[in-house]
């Protein structure tokens, strides 16, 4: 039975689109038997994400809030072909996790060739951790081109059960995109993508794609604080 101990995808209600406090947060983690999570609050361009003192400032939390490990963090946007994110690198060297995710209010849907050419810039791209919900239907892409591009690079791809609910063709796309993860030796999360409290650690969905997929446990790195912090090369 797979079970995640770290969720690396959570917001606060820093973002107006999110409903908890990052107490919040860490105390419905902690009733669900969690190690950690990943404080991941959008950036400035998508309306109404963080600030530049949110993501100056969270490094000063201290490593352990209430006995819950918090990941400092930021999910940045991509805002155009050329793998341009919306917070400033001096911000995002200072992070602990970098999802970098297309959302359409910075980056309106185009055609398979554009989408494959901008991830696969972002895939080069050093601050960059993981590839956020890319199996979104509106922007499809090369997948075998980009995930083998990731293995070349290191980067971690994201299963978000979240999106299942939310962006077409998702789970269909995600378990294609699984399928290749497992080809080319591609570490994965599943995430949350939680925008309340109550979602952190629920990832049915998630497991069913991998599932499906024919994943190995040993490829999803948030099945242990340990082992996703030695991918990151971060303090656990």
């Not at 949350?192 to 994943?215: F, N, R």
């Amino acid at each position: 039975m797979i079970k995640i101990t770290c969720d690396t995808h959570t917001h606060t209600n820093v973002s107006q689109h999110a409903f908890s406090t990052l107490e919040e947060n860490i105390a419905f983690a902690k009733s669900m038997g969690m190690e950690a999570i990943a404080m991941t609050n959008h950036g400035p361009s998508l309306g109404d994400g963080a600030c530049d003192m949110h993501f100056s400032s969270v490094r000063h939390l201290p490593k352990y809030i209430n006995g819950m490990r918090v990941l400092k963090g930021a999910e940045v946007d991509i805002m155009d072909e050329d793998g341009t994110l919306d917070i400033r690198r001096k911000l995002l060297s200072q992070m602990e996790i970098v999802i970098a995710s297309l959302h359409i209010p910075c980056f309106a849907p185009r055609s398979e060739d554009a989408v494959t050419k901008t991830w696969l810039k972002v895939a080069e791209d050093e601050d960059i951790d993981i590839f956020g919900h890319m199996g979104d239907g509106r922007y499809k892409c090369d997948y075998e081109a980009v995930v083998k591009k990731c293995a070349e690079t290191g980067k971690i791809i994201e299963i978000n059960n979240h999106s299942f609910m939310v962006r077409p063709g998702s789970f269909e796309n995600c378990r294609e995109i699984a399928r290749l993860c497992q080809k080319y030796s591609v570490p994965v999360v599943l995430s949350t993508d939680a925008h309340i409290s109550c979602e952190i650690g629920i990832v049915p969905e998630s497991i069913k794609a991998i599932e499906d997929a024919g994943v190995s446990e040993d490829l999803i790195l948030n099945t242990s604080l340990e082992k996703l912090c030695d991918y990151l090369k971060i303090e656990n």
